[in-house]
């Protein structure tokens, strides 16, 4: 056993100092291996500084952009989307009470007959509860903004959100009034 160790130790050092000097030993100055790896080297080391100018010039053109987009965000462009929340707040408020005093008079003209004027009524409810979490969501949002909470980029933000959030109502509460409407020619046109 001892044996077959030294003689694995011999090889094993041969082996080495023939691979070194393989490695070390070039007979001449242009050898084409050598010659190879430098220009691969070289190569790779000039794609990587044009990855690294490339990269700069792109984190100057997003932090460019990114002022742009700060300056847009500023507080004097939220008040817009907040008057625009605010009219579109008062005009549900009175589309919806509007709605809902059509659905009480045609209740009460029509004897008992509803003609589904019970599943309008029941979808004008679910559009007006969370008709009014948004209404007490823009009144949070607007005493935030008072206190100076947030900034001006988040003020537009969240005014932005909640207006997206209200035109989706908006648009199932004039559906329902096109609907309670067209429920009401119908009776009309039947009562003649």
């Known amino acids: 056993m001892k044996n077959i160790k030294i003689i694995i130790i011999i090889i094993g050092l041969c082996y ?4 070194r000097s393989q490695i070390t030993h070039s007979t001449t100055i242009f050898d084409t291996n050598v010659s190879f790896k430098k220009i691969g080297i070289s190569t790779l080391l000039g794609a990587e500084i044009l990855l690294k100018k490339r990269q700069a010039r792109l984190i100057q053109d997003l932090r460019k952009e990114e002022k742009e987009y700060g300056d847009k965000r500023s507080s004097f462009t939220s008040i817009p989307v907040i008057a625009t929340v605010f009219g579109i707040i008062r005009t549900l408020d009175n589309k919806i009470s509007e709605i809902e005093h059509k659905i009480r008079l045609r209740k009460s003209v029509s004897f008992g007959i509803h003609h589904g004027l019970s599943r309008h009524e029941a979808q004008l409810q679910r559009e007006t509860a969370y008709f009014k979490k948004l209404r007490s969501e823009y009144y949070k949002l607007l005493s935030a903004k008072a206190v100076g909470s947030g900034g001006g980029g988040h003020d537009y933000t969240a005014f932005l959100k909640l207006l997206i959030r209200i035109m989706n109502v908006r648009a199932k509460i004039f559906e329902i009034d096109k ?8 009776s009309e046109l039947l009562s003649r």
């Open 16 to 19: 080495s100092t023939q691979i």
């Open 179 to 186: 609907e309670v409407k067209g429920l009401e020619k119908a």
